[in-house]
Nanobody, 120 residues
């Protein structure tokens, strides 16, 4: 009964910018950590950035200084602002959230993924 829906992916040239959004809906009591992960072709899924419900953030070294994660707790939404994009940022980006509800307690939920392609 919980859904995470991502949006904002697409094709962008190197050096360009994109903003990803992920909205959580359904049976939600509280949302703890939220984050973004990505899986590049032929590689394992990796952490991109996380944010606590208090606003503390962590980033992968490869995106520090270029990506910014933020959230709007009133809208149950997490964002990923991606600047100075590089071809190696090409991947499927997945939203993740640790959500507490009355049915399952605290569980990790994933979005369906959104493709980001950085190419000239």
């Amino acid at each position: 009964q919980v859904q995470l829906v991502e949006s904002g992916g697409g094709l962008v040239q190197p050096g360009g910018s994109l903003t990803l959004s992920c909205a959580a809906s359904g049976s939600i009591f509280t949302i703890n950590d939220m984050g973004w992960y990505r899986r590049a072709p032929g590689k394992q899924r990796e952490l991109v950035a996380t944010i606590t419900n208090g606003g503390s953030t962590k980033y992968a070294d490869s995106v520090k200084g270029r990506f910014t994660i933020s959230r709007d707790n009133a809208k149950n939404t997490v964002y990923l602002q991606m600047n100075s994009l590089k071809p190696e940022d090409t991947a499927v980006y997945f939203c993740n959230a640790d959500i507490f509800n009355a049915f399952r307690g605290t569980s990790a939920y994933w979005g369906q993924g959104t493709q980001v392609t950085v190419s000239a």
